[in-house]
């Protein structure tokens, strides 16, 4: 079973920039996406951003294109997300996870960070 393990969160100002990582830990890891979702206080979770592990393509939410991107260590099984110009409406628990082949769910759900971005 692939355990996933979220780090990076933080407080930070308006404008400022955060870097989370997911690494992976268990089996031998070779997913066909990993992801990045969030999900703020009284609202439902919500995807972010996702990378296609072998080919290393990317789908960004509208919200935060421009401003976050996502990468790979195929080697080091983690996963990264840049977040720059972050607003506060960017506040959230943000979480990873991952597909195993291109007709799963989303699984291996991590426990989340926190990012807290002050205005």
């Known amino acids: 079973q692939v355990q996933l393990v979220e780090s990076g969160g933080g407080e930070v100002q308006a404008g400022g920039s955060l870097r989370l990582s997911c690494a992976a830990s268990?089996?031998?890891?070779?997913?066909?996406?990993m992801g990045w979702f969030r999900q703020a206080p009284g609202k439902e979770r919500e995807f972010v951003t996702l990378?296609?592990?072998?080919?290393?393509?990317?789908r960004y939410a509208d919200s935060v294109k421009g401003r976050f991107t996502i990468s790979r260590d195929n080697a080091e099984n983690a996963v990264y997300l840049q977040m720059n110009s972050l607003k506060s409406n960017d506040t959230a628990v943000y979480y990873c996870a991952l597909r195993l082949t291109y007709v799963s769910g989303w699984s291996g759900w991590g426990q989340g960070t926190q990012v807290t971005v002050s205005s």
């Open positions: 990378i296609n592990w072998s080919a290393g393509s990317t």
């Open positions: 268990g089996r031998t890891f070779s997913p066909y996406e």
